[in-house]
């Protein structure tokens, strides 16, 4: 039987449907009106070069352990380890946070405070229903999923069109845009922290190089997709954190509430002429609707992220754990072990909480965590790319990443510093010392989560061979 291409609107719908996450709509409201300005920038500084960097790295060089292998062809089993570990660490991270953010949404919803009980059994219920998702193969869950990426677009699009309605009707925004120069981010460390959330919505997209053997034409079609993509991950972000600015102050959205949703609903309704009582029966069922689509999230990259923790358990790089599969060949002791260490992060953040209120342990602490470490994780693959290039000239590269010498190491250290300068940014607000006492919830955790990843890589083998 002849073997079906992977077409172009594929690749491009593929790669919207696997990273788009409705949580990150609320960071990317905060950035306020010079988010277009960001979008345009990095969709060009960083997604291209990266898009294209990780399609010749997954033809050339093709596994199942991705970015882990290509780290250690270049570089060897610790700082592959270390990629391992920030690539599973962020996703128990983002699991709890997103625990976090049912219960706020549903307090909002239904405007109550929710006990710190019925805190815990919901943000545990939340955290083992994905992680038990987590043990079956992504096609048992495919009606989950699907129904989540309708979701998705419903509520996106949804929020951007109804804000856009509203502006036309009103002519009001609460971040009005009165010249051109309301559009260009002053260069300073609070603008700058933003840089990491757009590049945080950005990852993912190596996908498309992992289906350069099904089309017709990679060379042509990968930077097509990846553009293209770009630009639809852009709208599909843009245009619902275009509907939060005419809605709520970027000031306000800047806590990073998810309470924030039910507010920015409320508002547009609101203004449009809807009568009180149909606004909440509409906040509940969009709220149900966000809920779900936290559940789509994790169940469609749990499989990836647990094959990626196995495969680097069976070659030595995580702890042994990790490695079982079940007759189904699924990883199930990965998301096991993904439900308890969220089970503790979230039960850790209550008991802080009560302990003392201004411990900060949060929705925005959890899912900075989470974006913080998963950037990490990207760090070394670029300077890989430039290693691998050099080292290995002979090998055969079904898709090659245009341009000269010159424009290569570009292309690889551009991607490069943005990674670390968002990460950076986003850790100091500000170098004063005031203000990193105000985070130290955030320091620590990127200070115990290094600790972690030093413990894990002092016990690999330097000297083991590749896996084969």
């Not at 905060?30 to 990266?50: H, K, M, R, S």
């Not at 193969?137 to 804000?163: A, P, W």
Request: proline share 4%; hydrophobic share 55%; net charge negative.
């Amino acid at each position: 039987m002849k073997k079906k291409k992977f077409k172009l609107v594929d690749a491009v719908l593929g790669t919207v449907c696997l990273t788009l996450v409705c949580e990150s709509v609320m960071p990317t409201a905060a950035i306020g009106n010079t988010q277009y300005f960001w979008w345009i920038f990095l969709l060009v500084a960083f997604c291209l070069p990266y898009g294209m960097i990780t399609a010749e790295l997954g033809t050339t060089y093709p596994s199942e352990g991705g970015m882990y292998d290509w780290v250690k062809r270049a570089f060897g089993p610790k700082w592959a380890g270390r990629v391992a570990w920030n690539y599973w660490i962020n996703f128990p991270l983002w699991i709890a946070s997103l625990a976090v953010a049912v219960t706020d949404i549903i307090a909002g919803m239904f405007d109550i405070e929710l006990s710190v009980w019925m805190l815990l059994l919901l943000q545990l219920s939340y955290v083992w229903l994905v992680s038990l998702l987590g043990t079956q193969r992504i096609g048992e869950s495919k009606y989950i999923v699907n129904l989540g990426t309708f979701f998705k677009i419903v509520l996106l699009l949804g929020i951007g069109l109804l804000g856009i309605y509203v502006f036309i009707k009103t002519g009001q925004s609460a971040n009005p845009i009165n010249g051109f120069g309301d559009l260009i981010p002053a260069m300073n460390l609070e603008n700058l922290s933003f840089i990491s959330i757009i590049l945080f919505n950005f990852m993912g997209f190596e996908v498309v190089g992992t289906w350069a053997e099904d089309m017709d034409d990679p060379k042509k079609d990968i930077p097509k997709a990846l553009i293209i993509g770009g630009l639809l991950m852009a709208v599909f972000y843009v245009l619902p954190a275009t509907g939060f600015n005419i809605a709520l102050s970027a000031d306000t959205v800047a806590n990073l509430d998810p309470e924030n949703v039910v507010e920015v609903l409320t508002t547009l309704f609101a203004t449009v002429g809807i009568s009180s009582s149909v606004i909440r029966t509409l906040v509940i069922i969009a709220g149900a609707m966000f809920i779900y689509t936290f559940i789509a999230n994790i169940a469609s990259w749990s499989f990836g992220v647990n094959e990626v923790a196995k495969y680097a358990a069976e070659d030595g790089s995580m702890p042994k754990m990790f490695a079982p599969v079940n007759e189904e060949g699924v990883p199930y002791k990965a998301s096991l072990i993904n439900g308890v260490v969220a089970s503790i992060i979230v039960v850790g953040g209550i008991v802080a909480n009560l302990i003392n209120e201004d411990f900060g342990a949060s929705f925005s602490l959890f899912f900075c965590l989470s974006w913080i470490t998963l950037l990490i994780g990207y760090i070394p693959m670029f300077l890989a790319f430039l290693k691998l290039r050099k080292t290995d000239k002979n090998v055969k590269r079904p898709y090659k990443v245009p341009g000269g010498e010159v424009m290569i190491k570009v292309m690889a250290i551009v991607p490069f510093i943005l990674l670390i300068a968002g990460i950076v940014f986003t850790l100091f607000g500000d170098f004063s010392a005031e203000y990193i006492m105000d985070n130290k919830p955030l320091f620590a955790g990127v200070i115990l989560s290094f600790i972690c990843e030093e413990i894990l890589v002092a016990h690999i083998d330097s000297g083991k061979e590749d896996k084969e």
